[in-house]
């Protein structure tokens, strides 16, 4: 069938978009400019739209069968109106264009930010508390809003499902990513220590199969939670580095030590135009939430791969990109006695 991908030059796009080509689908793959990156294949046409100019969206969506809005602004300051405006209006602008192309289904990309993972019971699934909260941060409130401006739509009959992935990693990615960045630099041997902590991981691959499974099977107005499994950062990258051959971190940080400098840390990264440093990034790895995806699972057929198999995939994506310089990768058997037993 004919379909749309808005944002299909992002990470999750792009690979949304090798999915839905291998599928047998035709797209229309919409982002502001067309990459040197995009997938250049005849089922694909790039078109250039902003999700602001309903004119545009409109046409773009002339004649398909379902959209995914992909496009986000993710950010971990505390207020970004820029951030506020995209991740809100943005989606109520696409989706009102997609019920006046006579879309037959739309399938919003949200996040596990949308939940609130840090007043909950230590487990997140769809029933779980939403990010309401004004201290929350603006990529937390911004992200259940919007989900809330898509309701609006709903109601008025678009037929849409909203999909709500956890922390996104792995290959493709032309970016990087905050989080394969960072795995990136401790498979070069430039990481020598790293917080502790966990988060639920998703590989972006299983992220856009799932995306997908909701257009199929996912029941309108529904949330699914796409998530990984819990992985300890630090072993991580102890483990791409084990990879590579290079020097591994020799230690983590405690997360209390590290909330001791954040008043004083993030004001500083702030004025250097950095938000790595700040209450949000640390408030995730203090709250480290065990996501339950078996709503997904039971009614999607969803199933993600295991963290191992997607950081062995991701340094032999980085090096034959060549984003690792000289380092290449030995074995995926390196993994083995590296990462500690999924939680949850």
């Known amino acids: 069938m004919k379909v749309a991908v808005t944002g299909a030059a992002g990470f999750v796009g792009t690979n949304l978009v090798n999915q839905l080509v291998a599928d047998g689908h035709d797209v229309v793959a919409i982002d502001r400019v067309s990459p040197a990156h995009g997938l250049d294949h ?10 602001f100019d309903h004119d545009a969206l409109v046409a773009a969506f002339d004649g398909v069968d379902t959209v995914y809005h992909l496009v986000a602004m993710i950010t971990l300051k505390q207020q970004d109106e820029l951030a506020w405006r995209v991740n809100t209006q943005g989606v109520a602008s696409t989706a009102r264009a997609a019920l006046a192309a006579g879309v037959r289904r739309f399938v919003h990309c ?4 949308s939940f609130d993972q840090y007043t909950d019971n230590g487990i997140v699934d769809e029933n779980s508390a939403r990010s309401e909260n004004p201290a929350l941060p603006v990529y937390d409130r911004s992200k259940w809003a919007g989900e809330q401006e898509l309701r609006k739509v709903i109601a008025d009959g678009l037929d849409a499902v909203i999909c709500n992935p956890t922390g996104v990693y792995g290959p493709v990615d032309h970016g990087l990513s905050r989080i394969n960045g960072m795995l990136r630099d401790a498979a070069q041997g430039r990481v020598p220590l790293f ?9 972006v691959r299983d992220v856009a199969k799932g995306l997908t499974l909701a257009a199929a099977h996912g029941a309108t107005g529904e949330n699914y939670l796409l998530g990984g499994e819990q992985v300890c950062l630090f072993e991580a990258m102890r483990a791409v580095a084990e990879l ?5 971190p020799l230690f983590a940080v ?6 001791l400098v954040v008043p004083i840390a993030e004001p500083i990264s702030h ?8 209450r949000a990034s ?15 699972r039971t009614q999607l057929g969803y199933e993600p791969r295991p963290s191992a198999d997607t950081l062995a995939d991701l340094v032999s994506f980085l090096c034959d990109s060549k984003q690792m310089g000289s380092a290449r990768p030995r074995s995926g058997r390196a993994f083995e006695s590296v990462l500690p037993t999924p939680v949850g």
């Open 195 to 203: 917080v502790e902590g966990n988060f639920d991981l998703v590989d």
């Open 110 to 113: 949200s996040s596990i930010h």
């Open 244 to 248: 590579c051959g290079r020097f591994r």
């Open 42 to 51: 005849p089922q694909v046409t790039w078109t250039a739209a902003d999700i």
């Open 254 to 259: 405690p997360l209390r030590l590290l909330n």
């Open 271 to 278: 004025l250097f135009g950095s938000d790595l440093v700040s």
């Open 282 to 296: 640390i408030a995730a790895l203090v709250a480290q939430p065990v996501v339950d995806i078996s709503k997904a």
